[in-house]
């Protein structure tokens, strides 16, 4: 589940998805994980459609309802999309979306997408205790993956002033490898940026 949530803020980060959704369905109701993925598999594909065919970036999420019964879905994309359009690709029952606004005034897409990724990460462990077994967590669009970039430095203080530099500011939190108990591994070294 951690993995799950760390990608889920990477992927969310990446592509600035800053505007979270929700597909909730009337009766009957959804009852069944694998006929949610294969309702929300469609929405995105009429959606997509519905705005000119261009693949975009969003994730989703399955969420039971409290009664431990019913599905519904989450999702985060990074872009303006008519909410009627959201309503023709789910013909299932009610849409709701919003841009994340609850930041402080100059909070950039990166801030709103990381709010976004917070969010649909709390439904990710939630839901699935005891259901959908065998069942990715959560779906993304594919070709998005965030990039992985390597560098080869001759020195620790030398990646890290690779890093320093391509981030743009210091790292909030740093941490040497020799500052940790028992730890026998190679030289390392943490490096986090809020």
Request: proline letters at 6%; charged letters at 25%; aromatic letters at 14%.
């Amino acid at each position: 589940m951690r993995r799950a949530r760390t990608r889920m803020r990477r992927y969310c980060a990446a592509n600035r998805l800053n505007r979270l959704a929700t597909l909730t369905y009337g009766p009957p109701f959804c009852k069944d994980p694998h006929v949610l993925r294969e309702h929300v598999g469609s929405f995105f594909r009429s959606l997509r459609r519905e705005l000119g065919g261009d693949a975009f970036p969003y994730l989703w999420t399955g969420e039971l309802h409290e009664d431990g019964i019913r599905w519904h879905a989450h999702f985060a994309v990074g872009r303006y999309v008519p909410r009627t359009k959201i309503e023709r690709s789910w013909p299932y029952g009610f849409v709701h979306i919003k841009l994340l606004g609850d930041l402080p005034y100059g909070a950039l897409a990166l801030d709103q997408a990381r709010l976004a990724a917070r969010y649909l990460s709390k439904y990710v462990g939630k839901s699935f205790a005891g259901q959908g077994h065998g069942l990715h967590r959560y779906e993304v669009a594919q070709h998005f993956a965030p990039r992985h970039e390597g560098i080869r430095a001759l020195t620790s203080d030398a990646v890290v002033a690779w890093a320093v530099a391509r981030m743009g500011r210091p790292p909030d939190f740093i941490q040497w490898s020799s500052e940790w108990h028992d730890y026998q591994g190679p030289s390392a070294v943490f490096l986090s940026w809020t």
